[in-house]
């Protein structure tokens, strides 16, 4: 009985943490940026999601790569926050306010998407894309 008790209490924490580990998923993704100033905005947007985790965006690569909680976030939210803040990426295309309101460092030369955006898009708005 006590060695199947024991058994029990060794393989509970092994069991949680296989749990959690589960639910943490890590993607990388292509983000406009130029700056450690691009840097700090795009990691401090994937981050604004609490279910975030780790979140690094490589200045020569122009590659953010996030660990989050797949149960309560997905990619599609996080990149949208980046692009609110200004950095066009892979899924969405940054506001022309927001990307023109950033420093002149920051104003990276931005990817031809019109192909994959919507007819309907609003430049004024985040749009997604195709």
């Not at 692009?83 to 031809?112: I, K, V, W």
Request: with cysteine; hydrophobic share 30%; net charge positive.
């Amino acid at each position: 009985m006590y060695s199947i008790i024991k058994s029990g209490i060794l393989f509970l924490p092994t069991f949680l943490f296989s749990i959690v580990a589960a639910q943490t998923k890590t993607f990388t993704a292509r983000v406009e940026g130029n700056c450690k100033m691009c840097k700090q905005r795009i990691e401090t947007a994937a981050k604004a999601d609490k279910n975030v985790s780790t979140a690094d965006w490589s200045i020569s690569k122009k590659t953010l790569t996030v660990s989050y909680d797949a149960s309560k976030t997905d990619k599609k939210t996080i990149l949208k926050s980046v692009a609110d803040a200004g950095h066009d990426n892979e899924m969405f295309r940054a506001s022309d306010t927001t990307y023109n309101g950033l420093e002149s460092c920051c104003q990276y030369d931005r990817p031809d998407n019109s192909q994959k955006m919507a007819q309907s898009c609003d430049p004024t708005q985040v749009c997604e894309l195709k």
